[in-house]
């Protein structure tokens, strides 16, 4: 019985949060940023955003980090004391072909509007943000 709860349960885990659009992509990372979802920031970013995106909230963390013993816990706390301020609006999609393109976000932190260019790609029909177009737009 084990193995078949698992068996159902584990492939529904992974598509948590998947995208069917670059927009999607966005709105879901945002999210899950705001939200501390592990899981669902690693479904909707590239490799290397997701783990920048993660050691810089673990790096500016002012929680007791050796009082964790559960680094999921930590990370959860991390990112959502990091992006508790973080919204988005106005999400543009410019497309450069059909699996490729930027997505323009106005982004507001620390009573701080800004506009920064994300990177979107489809891999395997799933739409992901893969990094930023500019080191100046750090999230």
Request: with cysteine; charged share 25%.
């Amino acid at each position: 019985m084990n193995l078949l709860k698992t068996s159902l349960i584990l492939p529904a885990l992974l598509l948590i949060g998947c995208s069917g659009s670059p927009k999607d992509a966005v709105s879901n990372m945002y999210d899950a940023l705001q939200d501390g979802n592990i899981v669902k920031l690693v479904n909707n970013t590239g490799e290397s955003l997701n783990i920048m995106l993660i050691s810089n909230s673990l790096k500016e963390c002012s929680v007791n980090k050796k009082g964790y013993t559960d680094n999921l816990k930590l990370t959860h706390d991390c990112l959502v004391e990091k992006y508790a301020d973080l919204s988005y609006k106005d999400i543009d999609i410019t497309l450069l072909s059909e699996d490729k393109g930027y997505a323009k976000v106005t982004v507001i932190a620390n009573s701080k509007e800004r506009t920064i260019t994300l990177l979107v790609q489809k891999i395997d029909d799933t739409w992901i943000v893969q990094g930023l177009k500019s080191l100046d737009d750090i999230i």
